[in-house]
């Protein structure tokens, strides 16, 4: 005992169990195993479930006083304010109710015209409502937690979207939580597709931008690309439904030095004050239940390979009879798992020389391009 | 019993019941979600350096090793980042432990200020070799923050060892 204190049982004046030092020793390696085995190996699920399970009570106890008091803030929130925010809705429901008519004409004709082109018949995305606890307090990464689990039968690698565009990607799913690794995030990455020209590209997080942002990388300097261009998901991943919308194009950097345009974009879901978010069940895990993990940021890398152009983008797929029908035909029936290894591994060696930035991963065979592509040259 | 100068009064025997106790709460303020700012201060790294500075015998590596982990799934950090911080940090305040309590409270402060700022150091370390970005020097905030809030803790946490050990009507606590 220390010396300030006045105990009533006798400290142990020989015995003192193993030294300071070498239980030091003992806990970091244990700390270090379980980093290893957490960031490479992936085998320390169980125990982070574990106790995800049972800290939940006190994350719920800590939830509530926070919840309160935004509650009671929203409760003292002005009537203008109220009725103003009010009108903004109805008028966006306005405008979106004559979309939804023209959406309902437009995917019967779409039905029509792809069985007469035989092409495969796209999936409609079922989807679940859910709401932000909180966000993750590791200021290293960008993630949110959200408020349904495996008890209310959310997969990882689900898409999530808010009304305005993609926000990120379930990446831990626990028992009644789950965390989505936004887009903004460092280590994630989400193919996308220039909705002006067509050309398939990865957009991949970049979280020291202000406030965050994406940046599309692997493009040719030279390439077609504009500020204020839209960026929705190709769908070439098997894991987004395709179409829909993730970045606005925001600044294009195109240096002497690089053979690559710097191009960064302003994510279109409101990444950092969502409160209800859509998680989408992932396009590949609708048909089965089969997951690869770490299988989508392969396929992704590939989709960056052969991105470049449109016409390589054909390659891809062997086998596919149009662009526009890979959508359903790559799907490596893929679920980013958690921690992947980090995209940056795919940057290349030498930008200019050399013209397939990104070698796929091989546990994704079926995404490999099959001949080493030519230079990108429009 | 020897009377150290920045100690006015022998103090009681802690409850081991209100020392794990405020442990828990330390979780649970840790646990708050106030949004993802990088100076917040841990008032958990604060409570267990405070707990291995006054009872090395009850509060040890082991215990900050178990409350790190849940740092680290609460935050979906890295697993094994906050308890490697936290273990070192325990076994720094249990080196320092004998040579802290002869200080006053405010003097105390400015000597933990290196076991904090280590704390964050081995963070930062750990998830720039894991791949992470940079919170930003905010984070430099953070350990001067819970060095300033040592005399807090130590007002609070000692406060039911300051009791009386006779209570009478002039003296009910």
Known sequence: MSLGTLDRSTPPLFNQGPSALSKLIFFSALALFLMVADARFNVVRPIRLAIGTVLYPVQWLALKPVQAVAEGGRYLEELQLAQRKEAEARRALALQSERAG?????????????????????TSTPGRAAEVLYDSADPYTRKVVIDQGVAQGVVAGSPVIDPSGVVGQVTLVQPFTSEVTLVIDRDQAIPVQNMRTGARSVAFGDANAHGGGL???????????????????????????????????????????????????????????????????????????????????????????????????????????????????????????????????????????????????????????????????? | MIMRPGQQQ???????????????????????????????PDVLALVIVFWSVHQPMRVGMGAAFFFGLCMDVHQSALLGQHALSYTTLSFLAIMMHRRLTWYSVLLQAPQVLPLFLLSHVIELAIRMVGGGILPGWTMLVAPALEAALWPLASVLLLAPQRRTPDPDANRPL
Not at chain 1, 104 to 114: I, K
Not at chain 1, 265 to 289: E, F, K, M
Request: glycine share 6%; proline share 12%.
């Open chain 1, 215 to 378: 940046e599309l990388r692997f493009m040719a300097a030279n390439s077609d690309v504009q500020e204020g261009d839209l960026l929705a998901t190709s769908g070439v991943d098997g894991v987004y439904p395709a179409g829909l919308p993730v970045a606005r194009i925001e600044r294009i950097e195109r240096r002497a030095d690089s053979g690559f345009a710097r191009i960064y974009c302003q994510p279109l879901g409101d990444v950092n004050a969502a409160r209800y978010v859509l998680v989408l069940t992932p396009v590949g895990g609708q048909g089965s239940a089969a997951a690869h993990p770490a299988a989508a940021s392969a396929s992704a890398a590939a989709a960056a390979s052969a991105a470049t152009t449109p016409k390589a983008a054909a390659t891809v797929v062997p086998g596919a009879p149009a662009p526009s029908a890979t959508t359903a035909a790559v799907a490596p029936a893929a679920a980013v798992a958690k921690r992947t290894p980090p995209a940056r591994a795919t940057r290349p060696a030498n930008p200019v020389a050399s013209p397939t930035p990104a070698v796929p991963a091989p546990s994704a065979p079926a995404a490999r391009p099959r001949t080493p592509e030519r230079r990108a040259t429009p």
């Open chain 1, 102 to 122: 023209q959406a309902d004409v437009l995917a019967s004709e779409n039905a029509r015209l792809r069985a007469l082109l035989e092409l495969r018949q796209t």
């Open chain 2, 10 to 40: 022998l103090l009681l025997p802690v409850s081991p019941i209100f020392m794990w106790a405020s442990l828990v709460m330390a979780l649970l303020l840790a646990m708050l979600p106030l949004g993802r700012a990088a100076w917040m």
